[in-house]
């Protein structure tokens, strides 16, 4: 029997079989008091209450359309309910397979099994299969929608960061983070490109550059504006190298922005 139908009738002692319990209605019982030929005991369970709810006139009498409501819809709710734990013991499943490094077959190990039906007979544990096709699936999923709602609602403002490398087969990769105002990184993606460049330089082969590189290099005046460059950039240098150190004093930060500031 679901929770909510538990102020709304009274448990008795009497058994009907092995194993049901009966009970009374409690406005029934109210009304008509214990031993009246006429208050009948009904089995301690959801859909034979309801049932009698439905056909009872002193409970329709007696309660709010509101309460009635929340009486019948209890069944869906409980239902909605169990679906909810569910969701979440599969969650928990998945969070604890990744953070202990098991391998997914670890839910279909006898043991585990075992110690799962110790600590309680009604759980279920799913398949290896399961874990990682249906439950997999729908905590990305779920994660994903959680995930966009958060950043989109950050009011300070999200960071967004990329990487790029490449591995042992020449494979172009670059992963992306996400980073929200707390600091609570998601990772996005991580995307390979096929290499574009289809031969690889031998050593053997002369050491060559392109035109464009060799006008550019040969220029007096690109090597001046680099010169240039590097001064103007030396103290923003400095000064950032001050800025992100922890142990940064606030006369050092005062006078940073000082410098930048009179530009
Ligand atoms: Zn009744």
Not at 56 to 72: A, G, R, W
Not at 160 to 170: A, K, L
Request: glycine share 4%.
């Amino acid at each position: 029997m679901v929770q909510t139908l538990k102020k709304y009738i009274i448990s008795t002692n009497k058994k009907s079989g092995a194993t049901n319990k009966l009970c009374y209605c409690r406005v029934c019982y109210n009304k008509l008091g214990e031993d009246h030929p006429n208050l009948k005991t009904i089995a301690d369970k959801t859909d034979r209450i309801l049932k009698h709810f439905k056909n009872c006139q002193n409970f329709q009498d007696l309660y709010s359309q509101q309460e009635k409501d929340e009486v019948f819809n209890s069944k869906e709710e409980s239902h909605l309910g169990k679906r909810k734990n569910k969701k979440k013991f599969h969650l928990h499943l998945l969070q604890v397979t990744i953070s202990c490094g098991f391998p997914l077959s670890w839910v279909n190990n006898p043991e585990v099994i075992e110690l799962f039906k110790f600590l309680n007979p009604q759980i279920k544990l799913p398949d290896r299969k399961t874990l990682s096709t249906e439950i997999l699936s729908d905590v990305v999923k779920d994660f994903d929608a959680m995930m966009l709602e958060k950043l989109a609602l950050d009011r300070i403002g999200i960071t967004f960061s990329f990487d790029g490398w490449t591995n042992v087969h020449e494979q172009e990769l670059m992963g992306s983070i996400l980073m929200s105002s707390e600091e609570q990184p998601y990772s996005l993606a991580t995307k390979f490109e096929p290499s574009t460049s289809l031969t690889r330089r031998r050593p053997t082969d002369p050491l060559t550059i392109s035109r464009n590189v060799y006008n550019i290099v040969m220029n007096n005046s690109f090597w001046e504006l680099l010169t240039k460059l590097k001064q103007i950039l030396i103290p923003y240098c400095r000064i950032l190298n001050i800025l992100q150190g922890d142990k940064a004093r606030l006369y050092e930060i005062l006078h940073g922005f000082a410098y930048f500031y009179q530009f």
